[in-house]
């Protein structure tokens, strides 16, 4: 089924940038959405945005429109999440993971998912 491996994350201070990467290998992602999730301590995994790789489709969620940015690169197999004007409510494992078909904001929808990467906003 193939493997995603995310990076980028770390420690960034409140209105900082990071710029997480998710790596597809072993598959093509061409036939997929994939969408980045954050889950904060005590609380639910949620949404954060999803890019279907067919068609292009983005969604974000409320909160982070408008600061934060995915991207594809196809040649790479990868999609990157810029994340800029980051705030301490930011703070949260990040994962991506992968749909098939178009987008989708449930996470019991998506299949594959990376191991998950810190990413902490201090104030």
């Known amino acids: 089924q193939g493997q995603l491996v995310e990076s980028g994350g770390g420690l960034v201070q409140a209105g900082g940038s990071v710029r997480l990467s998710c790596a597809a290998s072993?598959?093509?992602?061409?036939?997929?959405?994939v969408g980045w999730f954050r889950q904060a301590p005590g609380k639910e995994r949620e949404f954060v945005v999803v890019?279907?790789?067919?068609?292009?489709?983005?969604l974000y969620a409320d909160s982070v429109e408008g600061r934060f940015t995915i991207s594809r690169d196809n040649a790479k197999n990868t999609v990157h999440l810029q994340m800029n004007s980051l705030k301490p409510e930011d703070t949260a494992v990040y994962y991506c993971?992968?749909?098939?078909?178009?987008?989708?904001?449930?996470?019991?929808?998506?299949?594959?998912w990376g191991q998950g990467i810190q990413v902490t906003v201090s104030s």
């Open positions: 993971a992968t749909k098939w078909g178009e987008v989708g904001t449930r996470p019991i929808d998506f299949g594959s």
């Open positions: 072993g598959r093509t992602l061409s036939n997929y959405a």
């Open positions: 890019i279907s790789w067919r068609s292009g489709s983005i």
